[in-house]
């Protein structure tokens, strides 16, 4: 069933593809920031889950739905990679394996390492975790500091979500960036490792808030504006692959996975 599921899509794809190059010619080089030759700059998708496991809510993918997904990257050749590794490609060109994925997880629910930090492990997988660094501890449906911990020590990547998953674009400069720079401070007090990266709550951001993220000493952030990671990327506003629960998982998580740009292009998905 998935084979027929993945071949109809992919002649869907196809097509797609046609199109687009059709529509426009545009190859994957960005300008070198000193003027010096283009650097040869992919495009990265980079996935974006919240919560896995049995909740009937719309981030909320079942623990068999994810599983079939990680699986899917592993039989595929993928191999996943950290925020450093694409912030190093984007910026300066430094080589990605042949077929690069970021996996992302926005707030921190407990069910990521209950559920998904098994899969992740069984498949050879690192992730991203971006934590809302003030629920860790404080309320049962989020992770405690142990987990946490554990989690680091095995290789998965802990960065921030503020402290209180705040909309940073409606406080004030004061606020805004004492929940930018208390999250950096109190992960990486309990990881012992460096915090550089943010994931925007609620995706809201605007040219004040990137001003004080990059005061806040973060080196890049992600938004949830649909698409691929390349060299358009705004570092400070890096486009995700959201994936949702739905009655077709595994075709929206394909299709997003491999079809991404095209789908952007033309509408198809936002």
Known sequence: MQGRTCFRILAFV???????ALAASSGSVAAGGDGSEPLNVASV????????????????????NFEEQMKYLADNGYTTITPDQLLDHLKRGVPLPEKPVMITFDDGYVDNY???YPI????????????????????PRFMNWQQVKEMSNNGMIMQSHTVHHANLT?????DALKELT????????EVGKPVRYLAYPTGATDKATVLLVRK??????????????????????IER????????????FFLRLNAAPVLERFGLIR
């Open 14 to 20: 196809a097509l797609l593809v046609f199109l687009s």
């Open 45 to 64: 998708p980079v996935l974006n889950y919240h919560m896995v496991g049995d909740l009937n809510q719309a981030l909320c993918i079942s623990a068999a």
């Open 182 to 189: 208390e999250s950096r401070e109190i992960i990486e007090q």
């Open 120 to 139: 992740l492990r069984k498949y050879g997988h690192k992730a991203v975790f971006f934590l809302i660094a003030g629920y860790i501890d404080n309320d």
């Open 216 to 237: 806040a000493g973060y080196r890049g952030a992600f938004s949830v504006r649909f698409g691929e990671a390349g060299p358009d990327s705004n570092f400070y506003a």
């Open 170 to 174: 409606k406080l004030s400069p004061e």
């Open 114 to 116: 209950l559920v998904a």
């Open 241 to 252: 692959i959201p994936l949702f629960r739905s009655s077709r998982t595994f075709r929206s």
